[in-house]
């Protein structure tokens, strides 16, 4: 009996040492911890700091409320109640459905599992679940709650470029809506509280005889019964655009509720928008000589318009056919109701330098590819007629992220425009880049923007004016815009590559010899 217990008394002994030399486990850090206060209670989840900022494990906070996060391809999907978030790591935009979630930051991938801002919650659950989402950094928590919904307020304009009426509604938040076609008006039935900014209103518009709110609706009233609208809503701000011109007059009878679709037409380059830079009292940059930048580039335009039409046989539109001022959101809506192809803006460059010359071609960026983009982005940008009731919080990044499904072409068309003006006008080339320029924002189509030459350098403004110089530029422009239609409509597969040109025998080059590639100009 004492030998058997001396035996457990040296076993237990024996079990207490190794649990006294065993590692102790690691205490959870609260540094990587918060607390996720939902409608369904408290969690724990695990966050990460990277420089300065708090990222939240998603696929933690997506569970706890019901749903899920995946691996796609290269990013990830969020999913709850039927809605779908797709988020990576490298954009600060996420995008569920037709909108867009801003981030302060991109998401950051750690142990193979998503980490994102708090933001993309309150982004992503308004529309899923109708919740939002707050962080208290100092008590460590990220709260979920309901979302206070309030009536959502609105702006009207009215505008008339080229016989079509622009009636933009401008919301401080997204709404559900419908638009009904009556006799003589249109009425716009938002589904959610707005408040109205007046009770009626008269508008001195040849398609738009006055506008009237009753509740929740906008009635848009015509001057005539062959008034047909284009509808269409945009985002960040959202608003909701009815493009209103003269067509078939429609009969009397039950009001139709507005097919918004906008018609599938034919792939290809068949419409090209070509945007005279500045006008009216916007008169741009202004040379040495007294030649202002506005008359520069209505006059290479008008030129420009007639070689494209006859060179390509495609439609053009000039987005001014005169000295008018156009707000710069107005050119690119320009180009989105004739569903243009493709969209250019032609101006002229400036410097305080005199001796500053040559051309460079520009397409949509959010960040300037260098500090002389930046500064021409600047410039062209200073409109005192800007995009609208909300240019001054215009949310150009989230137009660089729509862009992004144009950008590669908007790259090649820039390159093949930048390449054709340095080879035949011999100007030289500054290259491509990239810069936020208002007047490419909102454009659904490939889009560049062209400094012909520096108006302020006092050869180049006498080139300017010159007819020689300005056609030598329309060749170029169209070359450059029927090289890329070529290029494009062979890629996607309607129009046959060009037939290479005729081999002919040559004299054997030595071994010792090697060719040189052409040089690329551009960047």
């Given at each position: 009996?004492?030998?058997?217990?001396?035996?457990?008394?040296?076993a237990f002994a024996s079990a207490l040492l190794l649990l006294a030399q065993a590692p102790t486990p690691a205490p959870p850090n609260p540094a990587n911890q918060a607390t996720l206060?939902?409608?369904?209670?408290?969690?724990?989840?695990?966050?990460?700091?990277?420089?300065?900022?708090?990222?939240?494990?998603?696929?933690?906070?997506i569970a706890a409320l019901g749903g899920a996060v995946t691996r796609d391809g290269n990013g990830f999907k969020a999913s709850l109640n039927n809605t779908v978030a797709a988020f990576?790591?490298?954009?600060?935009?996420?995008?569920?459905?037709?909108?867009?979630?801003?981030?302060?930051?991109?998401?950051?991938?750690?142990?193979?599992?998503?980490?994102?801002?708090?933001?993309?919650?309150?982004?992503?659950?308004?529309?899923?679940?109708?919740?939002?989402?707050?962080?208290?950094?100092?008590?460590?928590?990220?709260?979920?709650?309901?979302?206070?919904?309030?009536?959502?307020?609105?702006?009207?304009?009215?505008?008339?470029?080229?016989?079509?009426?622009?009636?933009?509604?401008?919301?401080?938040?997204?709404?559900?809506?419908?638009?009904?076609?009556?006799?003589?008006?249109?009425?716009?039935?938002?589904?959610?509280?707005?408040?109205?900014?007046?009770?009626?209103?008269?508008?001195?518009?040849?398609?738009?005889?006055?506008?009237?709110?009753?509740?929740?609706?906008?009635?848009?009233?015509?001057?005539?019964?062959?008034?047909?609208?284009?509808?269409?809503?945009?985002?960040?701000?959202?608003?909701?655009?009815?493009?209103?011109?003269?067509?078939?007059?429609?009969?009397?009878?039950?009001?139709?509720?507005?097919?918004?679709?906008?018609?599938?037409?034919?792939?290809?380059?068949?419409?090209?928008?070509?945007?005279?830079?500045?006008?009216?009292?916007?008169?741009?940059?202004?040379?040495?000589?007294?030649?202002?930048?506005?008359?520069?580039?209505?006059?290479?335009?008008?030129?420009?318009?007639?070689?494209?039409?006859?060179?390509?046989?495609?439609?053009?539109?000039?987005?001014?056919?005169?000295?008018?001022?156009?707000?710069?959101?107005?050119?690119?809506?320009?180009?989105?109701?004739?569903?243009?192809?493709?969209?250019?803006?032609?101006?002229?460059?400036?410097?305080?330098?005199?001796?500053?010359?040559?051309?460079?071609?520009?397409?949509?960026?959010?960040?300037?590819?260098?500090?002389?983009?930046?500064?021409?982005?600047?410039?062209?940008?200073?409109?005192?007629?800007?995009?609208?009731?909300?240019?001054?919080?215009?949310?150009?990044?989230?137009?660089?992220?729509?862009?992004?499904?144009?950008?590669?072409?908007?790259?090649?068309?820039?390159?093949?425009?930048?390449?054709?003006?340095?080879?035949?006008?011999?100007?030289?080339?500054?290259?491509?880049?990239?810069?936020?320029?208002?007047?490419?924002?909102?454009?659904?189509?490939?889009?560049?923007?062209?400094?012909?030459?520096?108006?302020?350098?006092?050869?180049?403004?006498?080139?300017?004016?010159?007819?020689?110089?300005?056609?030598?530029?329309?060749?170029?422009?169209?070359?450059?815009?029927?090289?890329?239609?070529?290029?494009?409509?062979?890629?996607?597969?309607?129009?046959?590559?060009?037939?290479?040109?005729?081999?002919?025998?040559?004299?054997?080059?030595?071994?010792?010899?090697?060719?040189?590639?052409?040089?690329?100009?551009?960047?």
């Amino acid at each position: 009996m004492t030998r058997s217990f001396s035996l457990l008394a040296i076993a237990f002994a024996s079990a207490l040492l190794l649990l006294a030399q065993a590692p102790t486990p690691a205490p959870p850090n609260p540094a990587n911890q918060a607390t996720l206060r939902a409608p369904s209670g408290d969690k724990t989840i695990t966050i990460a700091h990277q420089n300065g900022q708090t990222y939240f494990a998603a696929d933690e906070v997506i569970a706890a409320l019901g749903g899920a996060v995946t691996r796609d391809g290269n990013g990830f999907k969020a999913s709850l109640n039927n809605t779908v978030a797709a988020f990576g790591t490298d954009s600060r935009f996420g995008v569920v459905k037709d909108d867009l979630i801003e981030m302060p930051v991109a998401p950051v991938t750690i142990d193979n599992r998503p980490f994102v801002p708090w933001q993309f919650f309150q982004g992503f659950l308004m529309r899923a679940s109708g919740l939002d989402a707050t962080w208290d950094a100092a008590g460590k928590i990220l709260q979920i709650h309901p979302a206070v919904t309030t009536a959502a307020g609105v702006t009207v304009s009215v505008a008339n470029v080229q016989g079509i009426s622009k009636v933009v509604l401008t919301l401080t938040a997204p709404a559900d809506y419908n638009i009904v076609k009556e006799p003589g008006a249109y009425t716009v039935r938002f589904k959610t509280a707005i408040r109205a900014p007046y009770v009626e209103q008269a508008h001195d518009d040849p398609n738009v005889s006055k506008t009237s709110f009753i509740g929740n609706d906008l009635r848009i009233q015509l001057t005539a019964p062959d008034v047909v609208a284009d509808a269409y809503r945009l985002e960040n701000p959202f608003r909701v655009v009815l493009d209103l011109r003269k067509g078939a007059a429609v009969a009397p009878g039950t009001p139709q509720p507005l097919n918004a679709t906008r018609p599938v037409e034919a792939p290809g380059i068949h419409t090209i928008v070509i945007d005279p830079g500045h006008g009216g009292k916007e008169v741009g940059a202004i040379g040495p000589g007294g030649l202002m930048e506005k008359d520069a580039t209505l006059a290479l335009c008008q030129r420009l318009a007639a070689a494209l039409e006859a060179k390509l046989k495609t439609r053009v539109v000039l987005t001014r056919n005169d000295d008018t001022v156009v707000p710069l959101d107005q050119r690119t809506a320009i180009a989105n109701q004739y569903h243009a192809d493709l969209f250019i803006s032609i101006h002229m460059n400036a410097a305080i330098v005199k001796g500053a010359h040559g051309a460079e071609t520009y397409f949509l960026s959010l960040d300037a590819s260098d500090k002389l983009a930046e500064k021409a982005a600047e410039l062209e940008n200073a409109s005192k007629n800007p995009a609208g009731p909300a240019s001054s919080d215009l949310k150009l990044m989230l137009w660089d992220l729509a862009q992004q499904e144009y950008l590669n072409e908007s790259s090649r068309l820039a390159q093949a425009v930048q390449e054709e003006m340095n080879r035949i006008t011999g100007i030289q080339s500054r290259g491509v880049k990239q810069a936020p320029f208002k007047v490419l924002v909102g454009a659904t189509m490939p889009a560049a923007l062209v400094e012909v030459a520096f108006i302020t350098n006092p050869d180049e403004e006498s080139k300017i004016k010159s007819d020689a110089f300005q056609q030598t530029v329309v060749d170029a422009l169209t070359t450059a815009v029927a090289r890329y239609k070529t290029d494009y409509e062979t890629r996607i597969g309607i129009a046959q590559p060009p037939p290479a040109a005729p081999t002919t025998t040559a004299p054997a080059v030595p071994a010792t010899t090697t060719t040189k590639p052409a040089t690329r100009t551009g960047t």
